[in-house]
Structure formats: C-alpha cells, structure tokens
C-alpha cells in the first residue's frame, strides 16, 4: 500500500504513514464490527444450547441486538464511585481496549496482507497479551471496592500462570517453524504432515501443545470454564462491578476483541492460518482470508460451546492445573519436541 | 522524519514518567508509570534496531516484575507521612548512589566508545553482524561465545528461587487440600452399596 500513495507523487515517509493508518483502519473498523456481531452469535449459541430462542426481536432474527445494546448503553451515564480513583478508574477500560486491538498488527490475514510483518511477531503478541493484565489489575484496585479487588487478584494470578506456559508451547512451535514471523510460522505449517495436511495440529508431538493452548488461551481471556474474575455467584460482576455506560463497553469489546484474536492465534500457529485445510491446488483458489475467517469462526464457536457446557473451575484447581499439569507438561514436550528435532536434523 | 518524533516522544516520556515515578504521592501510581517508563524504554530500544529486546523488556519488566511490584504495593499499608519523615536521613546515600550510577554510565560508555568490545559500533547502530536478524545473532552469541556464563546465570537463577522456595514455605497443619489421583481412583462401589431392607426393619449404617 506505501508504493500506491508514492505513486501518487507522495515521500516515502508520508506515504508509508497514511498506508499504516490505513491499514490500522483496515482492521480496528472491521473488527469491532466483528466484535458486536459475534456478541450476538455468541448468545445464540448458548440460548440454541440451552434450548432457547436467544435474541431474536431486534432486527431480523434478533441481529441489531448488540447496535441496540451499544447504543442504550452509549447514552447512559457514567458512574463514578466517589471512594474511586478517579483518574485509573477511567483509564483502567481504555488501556483493557486498547491493548486487545494493538495485538492485531501482526496477525496475517492472507500472504501479503499484514499490518507490521516483523521478526518478532510471536513475540510481540506475548508482551501485548501480558499487557492485557494491567486494565484488570487497574479497574479493580481504582474501583476501591472488596469485589473488584479480589476480582483483580484473581484475574493477575491466573493471567500470569496461564502465560509461562503458553510460552512454553509456543516455544515448541517456533522450534518446529525456525521463525518467530508470524507469516513464517503460517508458511512453515505448509504440506506439514505426508506434505498434505497444512497445519501444525496433525503433527502427533504438537497435537497435545494446541490442546494445551486452547485450554490455556480460554483461561487467559477469562472466559468459562475460567472465568473466576467474573463469578457472578462470588464477586457481583468481578472487576467490573463498578463500571457503567462506555466504560463498560469498552470491557465488554475488549473482552471479545480478546476472544477473537486468541481464536486467531490458535488459527494462526496450529492450523495453517489462511493456508486451506488441505496442500491441494483447488483449494487455493478460494482466497486466503476466507479461511483464515473460517477458522476463527470456528474456534469461537469451540468457545462458546464450552462456555454453555463446562462448569465453572475452583479457584485452587485452577491453580494446580496450570502450574502442577501444564508447566510440567509443557516443558517436558520442550524437551521431546527438540530432542526430536536435533535427532532428525531439522536444523541442519 | 518519524524516525526523529518517535526518538523524542519516547525519550521525553520516559524521563518524565520516570521523574513522576519518584514525585508521585501515591506508590500504586510511581508503579504504573514505571510501567509506563519502561514501555517507552522499549520504545526506544526498536528504534535502536534492537526489537527483541524490547519484546523481552516489555515480556519480562512490563508483563512480569511490575505486576509483581504493583501487587506488593497494593497490599502494603503504607503511611505516607512516615515515609516522607526519613527523606533527610537517607537523602545523603540516596546521592552517593545517584553518583556511583551516573559515575558507572561515564565509564561505560567511555569504555564502549574506546573500541575493541567487538559488540557493534559505537553509535550503537548496526549492531547485529550483516545479515542476521536480532535474535539470530543475539542467539548465536548467547550459545557459543558466552554459553558457560549464559548457562551459569540460569543456574544461579534457579538457585534462588529454590532459596526464596525454601524460605518462605512452611507446612500449616490442619488444612486439607485437594486429591485429584484419590478422587479419580474412587469407583461408586467404594462409597455406596444398595439395601433391600425388610418392611418395618431399618438399615444399619
């Protein structure tokens, strides 16, 4: 997109400006659509699971349902508790938004079409997801409240667990791919198994590492069978039990823009990204970020499901899977997974 | 042009965030913009070239350190006016240390700008070897020149948190935890059994 606006007589420095801007517009618009249709979706999975009808009165088959709700709470005031802090009670939700829509930049969408194609991409998701704790922490000690608190600690403790070992299974798929490029990693997942199926998940010594990070991404968004922070029976409403109107939007997008983007990773890093299913000429014809929206539908929709199933998780058992069972498990398949790949020569 | 707004932007919010870390009355906020003073740090260390330290600043410092720091500062009670009471008495070592810091950045950098380090240039650009990316050369470095010192700072890391382990764990008496291996082993027949008792006759338990 920069060679476009300098072929239109622009210096490179603008020109490579309006294209990021543009490309930052490109997928923040999108998304946030995204984000308020599948709010929707979301609730229709569990009404269809619990055998209800789900929203269904706004707009055809219920879909205005979140414009509605968007706008009923964009009119609504905004409460601040007068013990709050005031200042980090307001930028606590801006900071929760806005890191889950910087992560974005090195998703690849299709070959080429990438916001910031760095080196360090996986990387770079790592330190904005571990960002991601601080709005929590934030709202919770602001709100000056005993539930937000408690909310907030939570939220920490179970967001940095979670993280040590997802690096650790991220580490076993950037030794397989040889790149921390997220394009790279994409591209290295090509005819993975019998040349065939693109897709790190078939592969036998990573297969146990995705069901480890679907596990680990659902308990870092906070979302069911994990989702403590929110107890409803425990803490109200958790962190956000003071919020109102756009403050508590901005969680609520921000949560879902979450959602989505863990979606992509597993998407991204385990099957294929916007490779097609299968390494056959036919199926690239149909273009890459179809599958790659595929893909994300389809997690979310693992997600959802689990959300209106599984029950929801003791705080210390919590606890014990993700530093007695996933850490060691974890850091064992380090081990197999690189012994493997010095024994075979991978990386000769 | 950017590359020059960028510079300024980054390095004046973190000396002013740094600054405001020590001004701020309240220590929850000095930690959230420490917090801030370190992100730009990392700002300012890709503009440098050097991404993947960055990615480990905000990783490691951001992600990891200042949580722990926000919690611990959170849970204190502290009294302000007790801790602005010894400014005077510990300003005199707070200068000395100021002065061996400052006095410390001198030597390195005078001892960095003599040359012969071989870690890149001394304008601090370019200094990854030619065609290599950051952490392929940072790696190459790491797990040949300084493999035992590398290998040594991970093993006196895992000393210590085995001693901090060691410390403050203590067995506490009359709490019961969790057995997941026992509960999964239980079969129904283990904790229940069917009666067919007589009418009129009661079950002993």
């Known amino acids: 997109m920069t060679s476009f606006f300098q072929s239109l007589g622009m210096p490179f420095e603008g020109a490579w400006l309006l294209s990021t801007i543009c490309g930052i517009l490109l997928i923040a618009l999108p998304l946030m659509l995204a984000v308020a249709m599948i709010i929707y979706v979301d609730r229709k999975i569990w009404a269809a699971m619990a055998l209800r009808r789900g929203p269904n009165v706004v707009g055809p088959f219920g879909l205005l349902q ?56 996986l990387l770079y998701v790592l330190a904005i997801s571990s960002l991601g704790v601080y709005g929590t922490i934030m709202a919770g000690w602001a709100s000056n409240s005993k539930y937000p608190f408690f909310s907030a600690m939570r939220a920490s403790a179970q967001m940095i667990s979670y993280e040590v070992s997802i690096g650790f299974i991220l580490i076993c798929v950037v030794l397989w791919a040889g790149t921390f490029n997220m394009n790279g990693i994409v591209l290295a997942q090509k005819g993975h198994v019998f040349g065939l199926i693109n897709g790190f998940v078939a ?37 956000q039990t003071e919020y109102s109107s756009m403050a508590f939007a901005a969680y609520w997008l921000g949560e879902y823009a979450n959602v989505l983007l863990m979606c992509a990773l597993n998407a991204t890093l385990f099957w294929g990204g916007w490779l097609p299913p299968l390494d056959i000429p036919v199926l690239y014809l149909v273009p890459g970020f179809v599958w790659f929206l595929l893909k994300i539908g389809f997690f979310f929709f693992v997600f959802s499901w689990v959300k209106a199933t599984v029950p929801r998780y003791r705080y210390d058992q919590l606890m014990r899977l993700g530093w007695k069972v996933f850490l060691p498990v974890s850091l064992l398949f380090v081990v197999i997974v690189s012994g493997y790949l010095m024994a075979t020569g991978h990386f000769a | 042009m950017i590359h020059i707004i960028a510079f300024y932007l980054f390095a004046v919010m973190t000396v002013a965030s740094g600054a405001i870390t020590i001004l701020s009355r309240n220590p929850v906020h000095s930690v959230l913009w420490l917090i801030l003073a370190f992100f730009n740090a990392a700002g300012l260390m890709v503009l440098t070239g050097a991404e993947f330290i960055a990615a480990l600043l905000v990783i490691v410092y951001v992600g990891a350190v200042a949580v722990l720091f926000l919690f611990v500062v959170m849970m204190l009670d502290i009294d302000f006016a007790e801790l602005r009471a010894g400014f005077v008495r510990y300003f005199p070592f707070g200068a000395l240390v100021a002065i061996v810091l400052l006095a410390e950045i001198v030597l390195g950098i005078g001892a960095y700008r003599a040359g012969n380090l071989e870690l890149g240039t001394p304008d601090g650009t370019a200094a990854t070897a030619a065609g290599l990316h950051n952490i392929e050369a940072i790696g190459g470095l790491l797990f040949s020149r300084y493999l035992f010192l590398f290998e040594a700072a991970g093993v006196i890391l895992l000393v210590s948190m085995i001693g901090a382990i060691v410390l403050t764990h203590r067995e506490r008496g009359g709490t019961r935890g969790q057995k997941i291996a026992k509960q999964n082993q239980r079969r129904p027949q283990d904790a229940t059994f069917n009666v067919k008792p007589e009418v009129g006759k009661g079950v002993s338990l």
């Open chain 1, 66 to 121: 979140s414009f509605a709700d968007g706008l009923k709470v964009f009119l609504q005031e905004t409460i601040i508790p007068s013990a709050a802090n005031k200042g980090i009670f307001l930028i606590a939700p801006v900071v929760t938004f806005t890191v889950a829509l910087m992560a974005w930049a090195v998703i690849p969408f299709n070959s080429n079409a990438i916001l910031a194609n760095i080196n360090i991409g």
């Open chain 1, 203 to 239: 592969n036998p010594l990573l297969f146990p590492m995705w069901v480890m990070f679907l596990v680990s991404s659902l308990a870092e968004t906070q979302r069911a069978p994990f989702d403590l922070t929110e107890a409803e029976s425990e803490l109200v409403a958790g962190y």
